[in-house]
Nanobody, 124 residues
Framework: QVQLTESGGGLVQAGGSLRLSCAAS????????VAWFRQAPGKEREFVAG????????YYADSVKGRFTISRDNAKNTLYLQMNSLKPEDTAVYYCAARRNTAVLTTRGGYDYWGQGTQVTVSS
């Protein structure tokens, strides 16, 4: 089992940057495929980016490609999301998620463990 805690959210102007972190408990973080999802008010939770066990496979939603970068540091049990060129439509609560299987899935139901989320607000 793994526990996830996000941090790094905040208020930023359009065009700005933020770096989210997700700290994982336990000593088997490298055995989890992890991902970022987000949920805007009144909308479904959607996939943002995912990364495989040893970072050899990366996946991004089309809406964030070229602007966001997902990475992980297994030695530090931490997942990151570097967000550049932020837009007002990126405003949402951002969640990290984990699953024991090797495949990076883009559906919410594929993940077993979730953090509590961190708010990102982008002003225009």
């Amino acid at each position: 089992q793994v526990q996830l805690t996000e941090s790094g959210g905040g208020l930023v102007q359009a065009g700005g940057s933020l770096r989210l972190s997700c700290a994982a408990s336990g000593r088997t973080f490298s055995s989890y495929t992890v991902a970022w999802f987000r949920q805007a008010p009144g909308k479904e939770r959607e996939f943002v980016a995912g990364i495989s066990w040893f970072a050899d496979a990366l996946y991004y939603a089309d809406s964030v490609k070229g602007r966001f970068t997902i990475s992980r540091d297994n030695a530090k049990n931490t997942l990151y999301l570097q967000m550049n060129s932020l837009k007002p439509e990126d405003t949402a609560v951002y969640y990290c998620a984990a699953r024991r299987n090797t495949a990076v899935l883009t559906t919410r139901g594929g993940y077993d463990y979730w953090g509590q989320g961190t708010q990102v607000t982008v002003s225009s």
